[in-house]
């Protein structure tokens, strides 16, 4: 099992660091709640998006962890709770910006050109 987080310039390390390892969630596959099924496939590809790691598949898909410094409350949100920040992971993803902090950036280069 792999004792490092998955995350671009993150060093934590399970022997080292006092932080927690997520895997990356699975897709469900149950007969009678296609709903959880669809909900687990967006998720999942919603934090493959995320972590912008395209070398993601097979073996190396099951066995990459996110560590818990890569969410707001430290760990991450159920499968249900959407609207919870923590659903993806979202601190420090190993990128220059987030998703709002782009969103203000262009906001600001339109308006400077009025």
Not at 32 to 61: C, M, P, V, Y
């Amino acid at each position: 099992m792999p004792s490092f987080c998955c995350i671009l310039g993150c060093g934590s390390r399970a022997e080292r660091d006092q932080v927690s390892f997520f895997r990356i969630p699975k897709i469900l596959n149950f007969k009678h709640r296609k709903d959880l099924n669809e909900l687990s496939k967006e998720r999942q590809t919603e934090w493959l998006q995320a972590i912008r790691r395209n070398d993601f598949s097979g073996s190396k898909l099951n066995n990459a962890r996110v560590c818990s410094k890569h969410f707001i409350s430290g760990k991450p949100a159920a499968l249900r709770d959407t609207l919870n920040p923590d659903w993806i992971p979202n601190i420090d993803m190993g990128y220059r910006y987030n998703l709002f902090e782009a969103d203000r950036e262009v906001e600001k280069a339109n308006t400077s050109n009025i």
